[in-house]
């Protein structure tokens, strides 16, 4: 390489070449620098000062070279639109990051904790989510590239200071960086974590956390200026210059460029436009295509200035930016094409594009739409109900099962609802698969090598807790055998009794002598045929009919549960046992029932039959296919069976009035006659020609 003069640099065809290849995915004209690199008139870095070191610190600091620092500081190579995505969120308050599932977010907000700690020392950075689960992505990655950063760690180190790199407690882990600290945390009611402070603040997975919280605890963290007493100090001295005329526009902006100021990040997955997360996107995109229009700001900001002085506390559309980023605007080969592909045919169009897309859409448009799904969701309270997913039901209440026991190529899975008197709530939901099993019980998690011997003992471990009233199962796809599994002697434990289909003369039987009718054991599985249009249609409207209704309601995200959880896993997990179905499991696994319940399609066949499916979708070698929905199919057959068994009127109780002689009895009370109500009734008014109702106290009794 030879300098001709102080801003071309002259590189050999092989230097060039070499260049080219390394730098391939920049798509640069190498070609048209062959006759020299043109240099910056003014160069970043004087090579001439007798401090090298702090040239040197001058660059790594500076966001326009993140890759520079990223690949020698934190020996990670960055592609171009991922540094344009470090330095957008460096230089806004208020960052927006959605991306399309695989795009790397937590990575880059792990990259981003890295960046912002080591630079401004002294900061303190906290990562929340819903749950503890979004928290932690982050600081994995955080924790990967640390061990992988030899020089990161050689510079934050610190003589006689024992912990740095990152430390782990049940309720937060902590990341220690020099004189930073990165904290992961649970967010619960925030109670626990309200009165923080924090210098930057980043909400991953955003769509998923309670937005109050969000707005009364968490937001707040960035309140409080970074140096709070300085910050004050210097306002004072800059209007004491503005009353002495002293002041000018070049200070102001100096002044502004110079202030430190807190960042709130708000990252994930895009979701419907009229749930918090989309409402977000709009107010954010708003303030920025405001360009700064004070009447625009005024009409956006939910609370009025009420004079020009106050005007000044709207918001500064520059302090915003939204960085969104569709799949098919990442890199060639960035995603795996095929996963994207199976993707795009597997999951809802509106799924795909919010997944993939970035795409905000403002409801779905099936059968169950997404907002009537939503509407039944107790974040606040429904008719004065509120609740959460759990892990154990109550004593003195109904639960009926809905098990849809696909295997192969769909999923085992199971829904119970718990039945009140005028509602019915979704608690529970799990799902598995072969697959799932066979890690199970190569882990030695699991003692039934048998698929459907497993499903049933999870079955019956689910009914210790869930008193089952009703199981809805569906008699094809190996419902048969997980009848059979549940009836199966071998399969019994002590004091467990076996479990039979209705017998033909129940309400919901199927009006025949079955021959298990006279077996000892439960009697409460009714096998469910969904081929049956007739059942089908019936249960489908009527699911929706009690969605819209607000007779069928959904938990809301518990994120004190999903804390209180996580630290009795952690409890769990020291002590040697492996935790698996956990409550957050749990949550998700309802969360992706109301996914699907968003899929499904209703249509007509050629003969006329109403069909409710998912769309259709190619799967390899040509076939056709659909996407699953048997988080669908096992919630439909429970509502449907819990819709039944409330119209079922009790059967009047006949009783005996009155013994033989010498017979002690005790005192009656009440009538002495029971019968159909029709008839009692018309006896108790002692009207018509029925006669009168004998009762105890009008013979002195």
């Not at 640069?28 to 870095?45: C, E, Q, R, T, V």
């Not at 806004?92 to 700690?117: D, E, T, V, W």
């Not at 054991?521 to 489908?540: C, K, R, S």
């Not at 769990?572 to 109301?594: M, Q, S």
């Amino acid at each position: 390489m030879k300098k001709n003069n102080e801003n071309i640099i002259k590189l050999s065809k092989k230097e060039l070449k070499n260049l080219e290849f390394e730098y391939a995915d920049l798509n640069i004209n190498w070609k048209s620098m062959a006759n020299g690199i043109i240099l910056p008139d003014k160069n970043l870095f004087d090579f001439q000062s007798e401090e090298p070191h702090v040239e040197l610190l001058k660059v790594i600091r500076n966001p326009e070279f993140f890759y520079f620092t990223c690949k020698y500081i934190l020996n990670v190579h960055l592609s171009p639109f991922q540094v344009v995505i470090l330095q957008k969120m460096w230089h806004h308050i208020f960052p927006m990051l959605i991306a399309s599932r695989g795009a790397g977010k937590s990575f880059l907000l792990g990259i981003y904790c890295l960046l912002y700690s080591l630079i401004h020392q002294g900061r303190k950075v906290v990562i929340t989510g819903a749950g503890f689960r979004q928290s932690k992505f982050v600081f994995d990655y955080m924790e990967t590239v640390w061990r992988n950063a030899p020089i990161l760690r050689n510079i934050l180190y610190l003589p006689g200071e024992k912990r740095f790199g990152s430390s782990k407690d049940p309720d937060k882990w902590e990341f220690i960086l020099g004189h930073s600290r990165v904290t992961a945390i649970p967010v619960g009611t925030g109670d626990k974590i309200r009165g923080q402070r924090a210098n930057c603040v980043i909400a991953e997975e955003f769509s998923s956390m309670v937005p109050d919280i969000y707005e009364k605890v968490i937001a707040p963290f960035a309140a409080v200026n970074a140096s709070p007493v300085e910050a004050a100090r210097n306002r004072a001295k800059v209007e004491k210059l503005k009353e002495w005329n002293e002041w000018s526009e070049q200070q102001q902006e100096l002044y502004e460029g110079s202030k430190s100021v807190n960042q709130s990040i708000i990252s994930g997955t895009a979701d419907y436009a009229f749930l918090h997360f989309g409402q977000y996107f709009k107010r954010y995109k708003a303030i920025i295509e405001s360009r700064g229009d004070k009447e625009k700001l005024k009409a956006i900001s939910t609370s009025k200035p009420d004079n020009e002085e106050n005007e000044n506390d709207l918001p500064n559309w520059k302090d915003f930016c939204i960085i969104r980023i569709p799949y098919d605007l990442l890199p060639k080969d960035y995603l795996n094409k095929e996963s994207v592909g199976r993707s795009k045919s597997v999951i809802s169009n509106l799924n795909f594009l919010m997944e993939y897309g970035a795409v905000f859409p403002e409801d779905s448009d099936e059968f169950f739409r997404r907002s009537v799904i939503e509407s039944c969701v107790t974040n606040s309270p429904i008719n004065g109900y509120k609740f959460s997913a759990t892990l154990f039901g109550n004593p003195g209440l109904r639960y009926v099962y809905g098990i849809d026991p696909a295997s192969e190529s769909a999923r085992f899975s199971i829904s119970i609802l718990e039945i009140h008197p005028d509602h019915r709530r979704l608690v529970y939901a799990w799902t598995t698969n072969r697959q799932e099993h066979g890690v199970k019980s190569r882990e030695g998690l699991v003692t039934d090598n048998d698929f459907y011997a497993y499903c049933g003992r999870k079955i019956r471990s689910l009914m210790k807790i869930f008193p089952c009233e009703h199981i809805a199962l569906d008699s094809q796809g190996g419902g048969v055998a997980v009848l059979e599994a549940l009836h199966n002697k071998k399969n019994l434990e002590e004091g467990e009794v076996p479990i039979w289909m209705l017998r033909g003369d129940h309400n919901l039987g199927n009006g025949k002598d079955n021959p298990s009718d006279d077996e000892f054991g439960l009697h409460i599985i009714e096998m469910v045929n969904m081929a049956d249009a007739e059942y089908t249609n019936m249960a489908n409207h009527g699911l929706k009919k009690d969605m819209e209704d607000k007779i069928l309601l959904f938990p809301y995200i518990d994120t004190v549960a999903l804390g209180i959880q996580f630290e009795a896993d952690n409890i769990a997990e020291k002590t040697g046992k492996k935790v698996f179905d956990t409550l957050e499991d749990c949550v998700w696994e309802i969360e992706e029932t109301k996914k699907e319940l968003t899929s499904i399609v209703h249509s007509k066949t050629p003969t006329g039959r109403d069909n409710w499916s998912t769309p259709e979708i190619k799967l390899p070698n040509s076939k056709k296919g659909r996407a699953q929905k048997d988080r669908y199919s096992s919630l439909l057959m429970a509502n449907a069976a819990a819709r039944r068994l409330s119209f079922i009127v009790p059967a009047v109780a006949y009783k005996a009035a009155g013994g033989f002689v010498g017979q002690k009895m005790e005192k009656p009370t009440g009538d002495l006659y029971s019968g159909p109500a029709w008839f009692v009734e018309e006896m108790r008014k002692n009207k018509g020609s029925y006669g009168a109702l004998v009762q105890p106290e009008a013979y002195g009794v």
